[in-house]
């Protein structure tokens, strides 16, 4: 199958759940969330088994003596990570001010009524 047929597939999916009502898109949302976080947490199961199991390719050394040996952390400076940390802050920024304005409202439930 085509890869344009999955990405347009997930575009016309994204687009169905932002023009569904508030309720039911906060209810995605949650749900959403909860694969995140659950994806997540298998990552780092994941993680912790490669570094004890060795799970692997069988030419590479695994262990935690990677995040020390060939220059550490930061191998090519912190450039990479503060680049990085400014697009995530950016990402989130919007949805936290929505939140922080809603909560210092005076009459929250005049200025954002629900549908």
């Known amino acids: 199958m085509p890869r344009w047929i999955w990405v347009l597939s997930i575009i016309f999916f994204i687009a169905a759940v932002n023009l569904v009502g508030v309720k039911t898109f906060g209810e995605l949302e949650f ?9 997540i947490i298998a990552m780092i199961a994941g993680g912790v088994a490669v570094l004890m199991f060795g799970f692997g390719l ?31 802050i950016f990402a989130f920024g919007g949805s936290e001010i929505i939140g922080i304005t809603a909560g210092e409202a005076r009459t929250p439930r005049r200025r954002f009524p629900a549908p």
């Open 58 to 88: 069988h030419d590479t050394a695994q262990g935690v003596s990677n995040l020390w040996s060939h220059d550490g952390f930061f191998a090519t400076g912190i450039g990479g990570f503060l680049g990085c940390f400014a697009i995530v």
């Open 31 to 39: 749900w959403f969330t909860l694969v995140k976080i659950a994806a």
